[in-house]
């Protein structure tokens, strides 16, 4: 295998990396407000909340996801220099809240590796991805594509 190719084919079907974990703070979800515009009384509401379903404020979906989204490429140092484009995100599915203090980490699973068929020197990675809190549930899932150099 020559240099060039080992990204792509150094990934395996169904090989799962893990991430480390990151802790979810107020300031996150503060900044990640301020960032999208979206106020909603679930994130920013402590008063609210305290007598809805949740019982607190909740992380918002698309924060957990960008969080997942840098915790997933911190997992794999063999990703970090070799990856040319995000090519996009489906089967996004939010199965738990995120609260304030909640740690999460990224699993991820390698779904597909192959070679582009519309860029040569470049390859198409797909993982599916579980974003667990530290109970080790899952709060998220979703699958990516990327384009990587090979």
């Known amino acids: 295998m020559s240099e060039n190719e080992s990204c792509l084919k150094s990934f395996r079907i169904g090989e799962r990396v893990i991430s480390p974990g990151r ?9 990640f407000a301020g960032i999208s515009g979206d106020w909603t009384e ?3 509401n402590a008063e609210y909340m305290k007598n809805s379903h949740f019982g607190q404020r909740i992380a918002h979906g698309m924060l957990t996801l960008s969080v997942a989204s840098g915790l997933a490429l911190r997992a794999s140092q063999r990703l970090q220099s070799e990856v040319l484009a995000f090519l996009g995100m489906d089967n996004v599915r939010f199965t738990a809240p995120v609260f304030i203090g909640d740690t999460i980490r990224v699993e991820s699973e390698v779904i ?25 549930e899952v709060v998220a899932e979703y699958d990516t594509a990327l384009m990587v150099r090979i």
Not at 25 to 31: G, K, P, R, S
Not at 112 to 131: D, H, M, Q, T, W
């Open 42 to 44: 679930l994130h920013t």
């Open 112 to 136: 597909e590796a192959r070679p582009s068929k519309s860029r040569p020197g470049a390859g198409i990675l797909k993982f599916r991805n579980f974003v667990k809190n530290q109970r080790d």
């Open 23 to 31: 802790t979810i703070t107020e300031a996150d979800i503060v900044m």
